[in-house]
């Protein structure tokens, strides 16, 4: 066999190989889906998030910022929805008629708190499928390499004269799978290892954000309710 383009060697290539190939190539085509979603997906926290936090600072009340982030639930970010979370716990234990400051922050907080967690487990998502190609997807190229090898070497056992020119296209074709085992596992590392940077600094801005806005519930506790202008520092 003289041509040994990829495409050649993997149609010699055993079922086993073949097979290897076609779950890797497969995992592949998933992974960069996933990484093409999750690139849209994290831009988009970003901006809503950036956003959000542009109006909230920007002296409108919490009153109208709450009935805004009602309104727009579905369509709004993460950080405008952890925001509705704390505002709606405060004013349903106010009309309680809970007084204890202690109380209604602490309500406030485990809500936001609670908020916080669903979306971290949204902006998380798919990072543990590109954990789980970026180390898998070596070893499964490896197998399919070992296995093509040892049916390489099967075959010459019954040649009486082995040369290079009759092992050469035996190995190569194993050593596709390792190939593309590489191929496929190096974007789905790198994937992983942006998408969890971003992540991290998505939580740490949401983290931030709730301290800050218990500060002014906080505040608010002592006048006439959380009414007056968000930039009250």
């Given at each position: 066999m ?10 010699h290539?055993s079922?086993?190989v073949?097979l ?11 992974s960069w889906?996933?990484?093409?979603r999750k690139?849209g ?11 959000f936090?542009?109006e909230f600072w ?8 709450f009935?805004?982030?009602?309104q ?24 309680r ?5 202690g109380t209604?922050?602490d309500?406030?907080?485990?809500a936001?708190?609670?908020?916080f967690?669903?979306?971290m ?6 990072l543990?499928f ?5 180390s ?12 093509g ?10 040649l009486q004269?082995?040369?290079l ?5 035996g190995?190569?074709?194993a050593l ?29 801005k949401l983290?931030?954000f709730?301290e800050e806005?218990?500060?002014?519930l906080?505040?608010?506790?002592g ?7 968000a930039?009250?520092?």
């Amino acid at each position: 066999m003289n041509d040994m383009s990829i495409v050649s060697l993997l149609l010699h290539a055993s079922f086993v190989v073949q097979l290897v190939v076609g779950l890797l190539l497969t995992i592949s085509v998933t992974s960069w889906a996933a990484i093409v979603r999750k690139l849209g997906a994290i831009k988009r926290i970003k901006t809503l998030n950036e956003e959000f936090e542009r109006e909230f600072w920007s002296g409108t009340s919490l009153n109208e910022l709450f009935n805004a982030a009602s309104q727009n639930a579905k369509l709004g970010g993460p950080m405008e929805r952890i925001f509705a979370s704390g505002m709606r716990e405060y004013q349903k234990l106010r009309e309680r008629r809970i007084t204890d400051p202690g109380t209604l922050l602490d309500g406030a907080r485990r809500a936001m708190r609670a908020s916080f967690q669903r979306e971290m487990d949204v902006a998380e998502s798919q990072l543990a499928f590109l954990a789980s190609v970026g180390s898998i997807s070596p070893y499964v190229g490896l197998f399919g390499t070992v296995w093509g090898i040892m049916h390489a070497f099967t075959g010459l056992a019954s040649l009486q004269q082995v040369t290079l020119a009759t092992v050469a296209p035996g190995i190569a074709e194993a050593l596709v799978a390792t190939a593309i085992g590489l191929f496929s596992a190096i974007p789905a590392v790198l994937g992983y290892n942006r998408f969890s940077h971003d992540v991290d600094r998505i939580a740490i801005k949401l983290e931030t954000f709730i301290e800050e806005f218990s500060n002014i519930l906080q505040r608010s506790l002592g006048s006439s309710g959380p009414s007056g202008s968000a930039s009250g520092h």
